[in-house]
């Protein structure tokens, strides 16, 4: 009999190192995309003072200048406190360490290479925590979680039946993973296209801006700010990869497809066992590739 739902392996039920490597990438991004937005508005702005004259007296300080000027040296400073910070190579980092333990725990659950079910539960055990340090060593990670590294819901998930296993993984991983890619491959278009249009609309605000110079119909130089503005939604943008990253996801939902398609129920245990390494090896090659050229030290498990 399938395992009631309730009690069905999930990525929900994932080890605690999961969850504590998954949580600092979240927060490693966040902080890191927060400080790349405020620098491109901190030079908005500069190009923004800059197009305008402030002097108390007519042959006063120039406010303006002078506030274009602390708004560079803002920005300068910030670049350099994102370097120190290195919130964009703790993100990767992290983000792959999560990404390991998650195929990892999989593998293990279901009886998947290299934790065959003919595989003795100690030394399972022992491979799998072997595994998990050498993922974990030099991560810089602040929480960390109460639990097991190898917790109830993976053992139980394991001593099940074969046809209960592969009903887990069919479900639980592959057709999640299948929705999951496939969302994010429409979220990273839309997201694609939106910024887009709006780069196209500062453009097109340009030739305004500009024809108005042109004839002299405005006193202030409105194309350096335009530019500014076009730029910085250029290299926002350049930042998301949303346009690589939507052709990666759509690519890996359809791979992952084609997997689940396959999944055969009669399967005998050393049949499913090197399967599930071939999904798995499947799955982590759309984060092997987001992750090559990256700094980070820890890849996907194989």
């Known amino acids: 009999m399938a395992t009631p739902p309730h009690e069905a392996f999930t990525w929900h039920r994932l080890p605690p190192f999961f969850q504590d490597a998954d949580a600092e990438s979240i927060r490693s991004k966040r902080r890191y995309f927060g400080q790349l937005r405020l620098n491109l508005v901190i030079l908005f702005l500069a190009a923004a003072v800059g197009v305008?004259?402030?002097?108390?007296?007519?042959?006063?300080?120039d406010w303006a200048g002078f506030a274009a000027a602390l708004a560079f040296v803002s920005s300068i400073l910030l670049r350099l406190y994102i370097v120190e910070q290195r919130d964009e190579r703790r993100w990767y980092e992290c983000r792959a360490a999560a990404e390991s333990c998650k195929t990892l725990a999989w593998r293990y659950a279901v009886c998947g290479d290299p934790f065959p079910e003919s595989m003795p539960a100690d030394e399972a055990r022992r491979l799998f925590i072997a595994r998990l340090r050498e993922i974990s060593l030099g991560l810089d990670i602040v929480d960390v979680s109460a639990g097991l590294d190898i917790n109830e819901a993976m053992e139980r998930c394991r001593a099940g039946s074969l046809s209960e296993r592969i009903a887990t993984y069919r479900d639980n991983r592959l057709a999640e993973q299948v929705d999951w890619y496939a969302r994010m491959a429409k979220l990273r278009d839309r997201q694609s296209r939106i910024w887009r249009r709006l780069a196209l609309l500062g453009e097109m605000i340009g030739i305004v801006a500009g024809v108005l110079k042109a004839y002299n119909v405005l006193a202030i130089d409105l194309l350096g700010v335009v530019s500014a503005g076009v730029a910085g939604i250029t290299a926002w943008a350049q930042s998301q990869r949303l346009e690589t990253e939507a052709s990666a996801y759509s690519l890996t939902a359809r791979e992952i497809r084609h997997i689940y398609s396959l999944t055969d129920d009669g399967a005998d245990p050393e049949?499913?066992?090197?399967?599930?390494?071939?999904?798995?090896?499947?799955?982590?090659?759309?984060?092997?590739?987001?992750?090559?050229?990256?700094?980070?030290?820890?890849?996907?498990?194989?």
């Open 52 to 61: 305008v004259t402030l002097r108390t007296h007519d042959d006063g300080l």
């Open 271 to 302: 049949g499913w066992a090197g399967f599930v390494d071939q999904a798995e090896a499947a799955i982590s090659r759309e984060h092997t590739m987001w992750a090559s050229g990256r700094t980070g030290k820890v890849g996907s498990v194989d």
